[in-house]
């Protein structure tokens, strides 16, 4: 793929900006909290209080929008690009503020602490919103002018999504594609015959979506001030049954049924023979370019209010992604697809010159995604959980390897933890291969310790340890495990695990090795 660098518009945006920085990768849902499962609460600022006491500036999270237990719960399947996941709401805030009562706290269902079941606290949100949302309209003029300045603000993305989601209701959980064609299709007469008909329903998911975001930027506000900066992930896709595609099916390949022609995923590798299909709906990405990718534009504005850094999920997608026939049951048959990357990141650049992101390039990266991160400045994930194996001498994943422009991991979201990496997954070369790299023995009782120093102590910029790496926590503890849909995005830390002394170690390490 030709470049021509007088083209593109070259921007500084890399985001350590030469400081050495180092954070913890710990998602919102996995957060301690009495209400089963992880909230913008109390606890939630307890635990910047204690990244700030761990002397760490970055704490990283995974997608905020809403989840279904029909995709595994996983935050990077969802109904909306935009909107945010009520179950983070905090009840102990809408209590504060006068929107729930005592009463309606005291006869909370039990929910265990150390896995979150999210029917259940969907469930229980659902019936505490609602009782939240009856007690709004008694509140005074200026909360009402609050939420008023939300809506007209937000409409763009609003008014459809709470319709979507009141329509989705009214017809049993539907995917919109079955819906009456008239409301399918969205005529004019029909979207204001189901708006007037469904009133209540999308005022109190209006309501819903004001709250989130009033509790998720209060929280972002606290951590700014102990100086720590949050790290949101974008999914480079977006779920077929999905507000986004409803409303704007002209961005996707559909076809006349509005069905999808292709779909997303990846080809067949070292990992699956058959590649894997996510099943997404591709881009128009042709169209975007003819709007100045102004759906992009709204989305990528909409985060970098949300988030202080951005991380590009499937980055290389971008570039050119793998395109599947739909009727395909498999990713083999699929075909690499060129996206107009040189244009669309210019383009993004131009409206947000100060955007600081990160491009997730795991896997297989070829020549063309390299020149675009390079151009761009774009700064790389590096994995230490891949860096030991045949080849170490050469492998990009081992430390001697490294930029300074990039940002290291133990491991991601989607890995196992140290511990159970080591446990399970090291065999016997591998094992020797990291004493050997070390210079020194080692073993299930110091893994952990090791390579979060070999982390630290690395040219890297940025840093990120997953919580459950701090911690020396086993397979048990692990957040997902790719292809599978079962006990995934479930695990939570204890408060009684984030204790000072904790802290502390991870405070001499970051200052040890000149990070903060």
Request: hydrophobic share 40%; glycine share 6%.
């Amino acid at each position: 793929m030709p470049f021509t660098n007088s083209y593109i518009t070259k921007v500084t945006n890399i985001i350590s900006m030469n400081k050495r920085r180092s954070g913890i990768l710990l998602h919102i849902t996995s957060l301690p909290s009495p209400h089963g499962i992880g909230d913008f609460g109390p606890l939630a600022y307890t635990f910047i209080d204690f990244l700030a006491e761990a002397k760490q500036c970055l704490w990283q999270i995974l997608p905020l929008n809403p989840t279904s237990t029909a995709y595994g719960s996983s935050p990077y399947s969802s109904c909306s690009a935009f909107a945010g996941n009520h179950i983070m709401i905090s009840p102990d805030i809408l209590l504060e503020e006068g929107l729930l009562e005592t009463s309606d706290l005291e006869h909370e269902m039990p929910l265990p602490d150390e896995r979150a079941d999210y029917a259940q606290v969907a469930a229980h949100k659902e019936n505490l919103l609602q009782k939240a949302y009856q007690r709004f309209y008694q509140k005074g003029k200026e909360e009402r002018y609050g939420f008023q300045l939300f809506c007209e603000k937000n409409a763009h993305w609003l008014d459809d999504y709470s319709l979507f989601i009141a329509l989705k209701e009214h017809f049993q959980g539907k995917v919109w594609s079955r819906w009456p064609a008239e409301i399918k299709y969205r005529e004019k007469a029909a979207m204001e015959e189901w708006g007037e008909k469904l009133r209540e329903r999308t005022g109190k998911e209006r309501f819903i979506q004001y709250i989130f975001f009033k509790q998720w930027h209060k929280l972002k506000d606290y951590a700014h001030k102990k100086n720590i900066q949050i790290i949101g992930d974008i999914p480079i896709y977006v779920t077929y049954d999905s507000a986004d595609v409803w409303s704007h099916p002209e961005l996707f390949k559909l076809d006349e049924n509005e069905q999808p022609v292709c779909v997303a995923g990846v080809p067949p590798d070292y990992f699956s023979e058959t590649g894997q299909r996510w099943g997404n709906p591709i881009y128009t990405w042709e169209f975007h370019k003819e709007t100045g990718f102004l759906w992009w534009i709204k989305r990528l504005e909409h985060n970098l209010k949300l988030f202080d850094i951005v991380r590009l999920d499937h980055f290389r997608g971008f570039v050119a992604y793998w395109e599947i026939p739909a009727q395909e049951e498999t990713a083999v048959n699929g075909k690499w697809i060129e996206a107009p990357v040189e244009d669309f990141f210019t383009t993004i650049f131009k409206r947000f010159p100060s955007a600081t992101l990160i491009a997730e390039d795991l896997g297989t990266i070829t020549p063309d995604v390299k020149l675009i991160m390079e151009t761009f400045e774009f700064p790389g994930m590096k994995l230490l959980l891949f860096a030991f194996g045949d080849d170490i001498a050469k492998n990009p994943y081992a430390p001697h390897n490294y930029v300074k422009n990039c940002v290291v991991y133990t491991g991601t979201h989607d890995n196992n933890t140290i511990k159970g990496w080591f446990k399970n997954e090291a065999h016997g070369e591998t094992r020797k291969r990291l004493s050997r790299y070390l210079g020194r023995e080692v073993s299930e009782t110091n893994v952990c310790g090791e390579l979060i120093r070999l982390a630290m102590m690395s040219i890297a910029d940025t840093v990120i340890i997953p919580m459950q790496d701090i911690l020396g926590l086993d397979e048990e503890a692990r957040m997902n495990l790719p292809a599978t849909t079962a006990n995934n995005w479930s695990w939570r830390v204890l408060s009684e695990q984030l204790t000072a002394s904790v802290a502390n170690e991870i405070r001499e390490i970051t200052e040890t090795y000149g990070r903060g």
